[in-house]
C-alpha cells in the first residue's frame, strides 16, 4: 500500500543540525557554560579553558569569542543581570494590575524555575562574593536596580493606599527586597538548603506582616 504523505513525513529521518551556530548563539553557549562552571569551580577558578571543557568546544573558539576571562566574566554577569531584568518585567506585564497582584507578580518573579536555578544562584553567588566585579556591575546595571526598587517601592505605597496599612513604603520595599536576597544567599550558601516552596512561603510571611488583608504565607489572599 502506498504510503500517505503524512505517513512518509513520520518516517522520514530529522534534518541534520546545523553545522554552525550563529555569532550571537555561540556567545550565548558560552555564557551558559560559563554559569555552570561558576557554579562548579567559582569565580577564581573559571577559567577559559574550563569554560571551553564545559562546552565541548575548543579553548581557542573561547578565546575568538571573549578573548579575556575578564570579557567573558563580564558579558556573563551582563547577561544574568538581563535575564533577570526581563524576567520581573515579563511578570508585571502579564499580572492584573492592582498593586496586589503586581506585588505578588514580584514576589513569584524571583522563584521563576528559569531563573532560580541552583547553577544560576551559584553563579550570583560567585559574582557578590567578588569585589572587583561589583563596581563594574554598578557602573553597567545600576539603573537595573534603580526601576526595579521604583517599581517595587510604588507598589507598596499604593497597597498601602488601598489596604489603609501603617508604613514607609520605601522601607518596606526594602526589607522585602533584602528578604528575597536573604532566601537566595540561604538556598545558594546552605548545605541542606529548603525547597523553593518554604522560600517562597517564606518571602509571603515577610508581606504578610505589612499587608495581613492581602497575604498569608500561602501567596496572594483570593
Avoid at 550571537?24 to 551558559?32: M, V
Avoid at 556591575?137 to 489603609?164: F, P, T
Amino acid at each position: 500500500m502506498t504510503e500517505t504523505i503524512a505517513q512518509q513525513a513520520l518516517s522520514a529521518e530529522p534534518p541534520p543540525p546545523p553545522r554552525k551556530l550563529s555569532r550571537e548563539a555561540r556567545r550565548t553557549q558560552l555564557i551558559e557554560a560559563t554559569i555552570e562552571t561558576l557554579a562548579t569551580r567559582g569565580y577564581a577558578r573559571t577559567t577559559l579553558t574550563e569554560v571551553a571543557q564545559q562546552a565541548g568546544l575548543s579553548h581557542g573558539l573561547v578565546n575568538f569569542h571573549f578573548q579575556t576571562k575578564e570579557g567573558l566574566l563580564t558579558e556573563t554577569l551582563l547577561y544574568l543581570a538581563e535575564e533577570y531584568r526581563q524576567n520581573w518585567l515579563a511578570a508585571l506585564e502579564a499580572a492584573p494590575k492592582d498593586p496586589a497582584s503586581q506585588l505578588d507578580a514580584l514576589l513569584r518573579a524571583d522563584f521563576n524555575p528559569a531563573i532560580c536555578t541552583p547553577a544560576r544562584l551559584s553563579a550570583w553567588c560567585s559574582f557578590w562574593g567578588e569585589a572587583q566585579s561589583r563596581p563594574m556591575y554598578q557602573e553597567r546595571c545600576g539603573s537595573n536596580d534603580e526601576d526595579y526598587n521604583r517599581r517595587l517601592e510604588a507598589i507598596c505605597a499604593a497597597l498601602l493606599a488601598e489596604g489603609g496599612y501603617p508604613g514607609n513604603p520605601a522601607r518596606i520595599a526594602r526589607v522585602l527586597r533584602v528578604t528575597i536576597e536573604g532566601v537566595w544567599l540561604d538556598l545558594m550558601t546552605m548545605n541542606h538548603p529548603y525547597s523553593h516552596t518554604e522560600a517562597q512561603a517564606t518571602v509571603y510571611a515577610c508581606a504578610t506582616a505589612f499587608f495581613p488583608g492581602h497575604f498569608g504565607e500561602d501567596g496572594l489572599l483570593v
